[in-house]
T-cell receptor, first 111, second 115 residues
Framework: TQLLEQSPQFLSIQEGENLTVYCNSSSVFSSLQWYRQEPGEGPVLLVTVVTGGEVKKLKRLTFQFGDARKDSSLHITAAQPGDTGLYLC???????????FGKGTSLLVTP | DTGVSQDPRHKITKRGQNVTFRCDPI?????LYWYRQTLGQGPEFLTYFQNEAQLEKSRLLSDRFSAERPKGSFSTLEIQRTEQGDSAMYLC?????????????FGPGTRLTVL
């Protein structure tokens, strides 16, 4: 059973456009991480959010954690080809240390 | 500062053979995790160690799978009598009990292909 649903599954945009990807669940998470993964490589941690309503910015990336700690979003401003990759959200519940991943959003940014 | 390393990066084997993968975590990290990722899916949790103790195992970890972390440093994941359904990327991650939010850092993975 997938605890986290990510949307959209695929996104193809042109350089300079803005985009938002979503991560939703019916479960409450103590923390939620966003990772980016390139083909044939392991996920690379981008950010961790822990407080309901929290907003974190990482250059052109803005991450938001829902007030109820059940959902999150990632907004990219002025996307660049280097942003291409698979974006994964992963939540940790209070019942263990395992991360529960969504299926990811595959982003392609073309010049 | 070295990150999580995994060896080998790629493994091709025939059905029925045994395979073993190694993971070296970030040196000061005492927690170590194994995940499996198939095409089009996010990583799925397999098992977790704190130091040398295996504290959590997923239902995905069948009897053919065994993981060890004998000295609380590196870990091995062995798959016996491999099946074609075992083909996947096997990911190792580590974290520190001293970290605030148990952030997990992943290695590059071992890509297993079972023919």
């Amino acid at each position: 059973t997938q605890l986290l649903e990510q949307s959209p599954q695929f996104l193809s945009i042109q350089e300079g456009e803005n985009l938002t990807v979503y991560c939703n669940s019916s479960s409450v998470f103590s923390s939620l991480q966003w990772y980016r993964q390139e083909p044939g490589e392991g996920p690379v941690l981008l950010v961790t959010v822990v407080t309901g309503g929290e907003v974190k910015k990482l250059k052109r990336l803005t991450f938001q954690f829902g007030d109820a700690r059940k959902d999150s979003s990632l907004h990219i401003t002025a996307a660049q080809p280097g942003d291409t990759g698979l974006y994964l959200c992963a939540g940790q519940t209070t019942s263990g240390y395992a991360l529960n991943f969504g299926k990811g959003t595959s982003l392609l940014v073309t010049p | 500062d070295t990150g999580v390393s995994q060896d080998p990066r790629h493994k091709i084997t025939k059905r029925g053979q045994n395979v073993t993968f190694r993971c070296d975590p970030i040196s000061e990290h005492n927690r170590l995790y194994w995940y499996r990722q198939t095409l089009g899916q996010g990583p799925e949790f397999l098992t977790y160690f704190q130091n040398e103790a295996q504290l959590e195992k997923s239902r995905l970890l069948s009897d053919r799978f065994s993981a060890e972390r004998p000295k609380g440093s590196f870990s091995t994941l062995e798959i016996q009598r491999t099946e074609q359904g075992d083909s996947a990327m096997y990911l190792c991650a580590s974290s520190s009990t001293g970290a605030s939010y148990n952030e997990q850092f992943f290695g590059p993975g071992t890509r297993l292909t079972v023919l």
